[in-house]
């Protein structure tokens, strides 16, 4: 009977004892490095592109790329030439996706555009030297009102897929730059042409 007895006790103190020595492992918070981390500030604000996931999300249609109905990697396709920009693809994603200013400038282009829908024109200064980017498939009804914007600063929201806001176009957005002045194609027919723009994926201008 006292055998029982004092194998039961050291089963209660054994436990006991465990419990102390792991209490405070139990009532720690588990460590998450990645707790207060979002795409948003990630793939935005840090790094200052035009949209989270940019150099990742560069599929389908690169700058420089030559485009036609044939050999398009979007089908069907309605565009040829050569691309002025990049595409950044969203069509996975139903939520917003805004994309941001990645320089301090103005605004001098925010309206709906035959081939992008919803676009915005931003106008940089870089080593004295004009920058205008284009901002193309966005919701029109989210484009910021204000004309001057600073780096980082949130424009609008990528529009619907395949509906007005995007001119019936897949979710993505088209980002492209030119230099000394706005210039509105996505695509033109002679590569020579193509020195106007730069490469937004190339470029250390901005980011």
């Known amino acids: 009977m006292k055998k029982k007895w004092l194998i039961g006790f050291l089963l209660i103190a054994g436990v006991l004892v465990y419990f102390l020595i792991n209490k405070e492992d139990i009532n720690k918070k588990p460590e998450n ?3 207060n981390v979002s795409v948003e500030t990630t793939g935005i604000l840090e790094n200052i592109y035009p949209i989270a996931g940019f ?48 320089c301090d400038g103005e605004i001098v282009l925010r309206r709906w555009v035959s081939g992008y829908g919803g676009a915005i ?30 780096k980082g ?10 509906s007005q806001e995007t001119d019936y176009e897949r979710k993505h957005l088209h980002f492209g730059i030119s230099q000394n002045s706005l210039d509105l194609r996505g695509y033109v027919q002679n590569k020579n042409e193509l020195g106007k723009w ?10």
Do not use: M
């Open 33 to 35: 490095k990645n707790e």
């Open 153 to 162: 600063e949130k424009l609008a929201i990528l529009g619907k897929g395949f």
């Open 121 to 150: 024109g931003l106008k940089c200064q870089i080593n004295n030297i004009d920058y205008y980017l284009v901002y193309g498939h966005l919701s029109t009804n989210s484009i910021i009102e204000k004309t001057k914007v600073t």
């Open 55 to 102: 150099k990742e999300r560069i599929t389908k249609k690169s700058f420089g790329d030559f485009i036609s109905p044939k050999n398009s990697p979007v089908q069907p396709e309605r565009f040829a030439g050569f691309h002025t920009g990049v595409d950044i693809e969203y069509g996975d994603v139903e939520g917003d996706v805004w994309v941001v200013a990645v």
């Open 198 to 207: 730069i490469d937004p994926l190339t470029t250390e201008l901005f980011y």
